[in-house]
Nanobody, 124 residues
């Protein structure tokens, strides 16, 4: 079992940047595939980015590709989401999640553990 705690959210102007962090408890962090999802008010939770256990492969939603970068530091039990060129439509609660298998990492239901979320608000 792993516990996830996100941080780094906040209020930023359009075009600005934020770096989200997700710290995981336990010594098995490197055995999990990690993902970031987001949920805006009144909308379904949607995939943003995912990364393999060793950090070699990454995936991005089309809406964030070229602007967001997911990375991980297994020595620090932490996964990051660097968000650049932020837009008002990026406003959402951002969640990190851990999956034990690589089956369809773009689908939120495939993840086993979730953090509590961190709010990101982009003003126009």
């Amino acid at each position: 079992q792993v516990q996830l705690v996100e941080s780094g959210g906040g209020l930023v102007q359009t075009g600005g940047s934020l770096r989200l962090s997700c710290a995981a408890s336990g010594r098995t962090f490197s055995t999990y595939y990690m993902g970031w999802f987001r949920q805006a008010p009144g909308k379904e939770r949607e995939f943003a980015a995912a990364i393999t256990k060793g950090g070699v492969s990454t995936w991005y939603a089309d809406s964030v590709k070229g602007r967001f970068t997911i990375s991980r530091d297994n020595a620090k039990n932490t996964v990051y989401l660097q968000m650049n060129s932020l837009k008002p439509e990026d406003t959402a609660v951002y969640y990190c999640a851990a999956a034990t298998t690589a089956s369809d990492l773009l689908t939120w239901a495939r993840y086993d553990y979730w953090g509590q979320g961190t709010q990101v608000t982009v003003s126009s």
